[in-house]
């Protein structure tokens, strides 16, 4: 009999998908319980390395190669009777859809899932290449069906982020208030910060990081390169998948680092210019590190962000807004500081794994 049956995505989408589904997972494990994950490979995700991930298990081999809605519809049946005799069941996914086997168990389940569909594919469809976009429009309808079916039959429903709930409720028809928030995770021990005299120092020749695939058009990594001749002085850090094509001299790709921290040290500030994010495990993590955040209105960061005051929120996507509010800050550094301490305190306060296990100790009951 499994103790905690986890339904989810294919951990090797990795990103933030990754991060919330292994949150959960140490957390169960440290609150006594035993969780087995059940999910869809991806035929795409062949041989992706997950890098000694708790996670790094087999899934349910895809049968009709890339079509991912009729993937999902079928991999529903197939999972379903692993789920039946659980001492219970949870749908742990960036999307409602990863969790159809759950809704075809028949048993009673709970859900953590970070967007709405119509929200996620709206941030991804800027840049995408037509038959991408195609794809998306074909597999849209049995897709939305398969999220609404399990948020609808979930006793428990949950999000990451008050943008997070309020896209989760708009895609499962249900009361906004009926959400609740369980808020990811970060190490804040492994996220430590420079000591305040070594990121002062930074200021002098300015370095903006970025962390996340570059190459995803969601994360719209071309505003900073856009906003970068505008900010003579400063460098831009690309932590991860870099994106295609060249790269200016002043921009410097350090590719996919076994860790972000000392990476995030060497950072004056952290931009993140995205068209969507759920969440944005990014900033929580740049903030954990010391890092003043500058943002995107792009969903979840921007609650993080005002109610921290950690950084600044943009109005809009315009290369020399990004450009002039980055400027403005480099220029004061004492209110800088001030940021950098108090994005600190709000994720040490918030977001600490200790914090986390105590909301989930209370969600499993």
């Known amino acids: ?12 989408f990795l990103g933030g998908g990754l991060a919330q589904m292994e949150a959960f997972w140490r957390a169960a494990v440290a609150l006594g319980r035993v969780p087995e994950l059940c999910y869809l490979a991806h035929p795409t ?61 028949g048993r009673q389940y709970s859900c953590w899932v970070g967007t ?12 995408l290449r037509g038959s991408r976009r195609l794809a998306i429009r074909v597999n849209a309808p049995l897709l939305r069906s398969l999220e609404r079916r399990v948020l609808r039959g979930a006793e428990r429903v949950y999000a990451t982020s008050p943008w997070s709930a309020a896209s989760v ?65 400063a460098r831009l850090l690309l932590i991860g998948a870099p994106p295609a094509g060249p790269l200016p001299e002043c ?10 921290a000392p990476h995030l040290r060497r950072a004056s500030l952290f931009v993140l210019p995205s068209y969507q994010e759920g969440f944005g495990i990014a900033v929580a993590e740049a903030m954990a590190a ?34 002039w509010t980055v400027r403005d800050l480099l220029a004061d550094p004492d209110a800088l500081a001030e940021m950098r301490r108090q994005g600190r305190e709000h994720i040490v306060r918030e977001h600490s794994p200790a914090r986390f296990r105590e909301l989930l100790a209370e969600a499993l009951r």
């Open 116 to 127: 709405g569909l119509a929200d996620e594919w709206a941030g991804r469809r800027i840049g």
């Open 169 to 233: 409720a708009r895609a499962g028809g249900l009361v906004p208030g009926d959400v609740g928030i369980l808020p990811i995770p970060v190490d804040v021990d492994e996220l430590a910060p420079a000591p305040d005299e070594e990121w002062r120092a930074t200021l002098e020749q300015p370095v903006l990081a970025f962390v996340g695939r570059a190459d995803d058009p969601r994360k719209n990594t071309r505003l900073l390169l856009d906003a970068l001749p505008l900010l003579p002085d």
């Open 251 to 260: 921009v410097e790709a350090a590719g996919v680092v076994p860790s972000i």
């Open 290 to 323: 010391g890092l003043p955040v500058v943002t995107t209105p792009c969903g979840g960061p921007e609650a993080l962000v005002r109610e921290s005051g950690g950084g600044v929120v943009l109005g809009g996507f315009s290369p020399e807004e990004l450009a």
């Open 1 to 12: 009999m499994i103790d905690l049956a986890v339904v989810g995505l294919d951990p090797r």
């Open 45 to 105: 995700l062949r041989g992706v390395p997950l890098d000694g991930s708790p996670l790094d298990v087999p899934g349910v081999t895809a049968r009709f190669g890339n079509v991912d809605a009729v993937n999902q519809w079928d991999a529903g049946g197939r999972i379903a009777p692993r789920l039946r005799d659980a001492r219970s069941v949870w749908v742990v996914s960036t999307s409602a859809t990863h969790g159809y086997p759950a809704a075809r168990s």
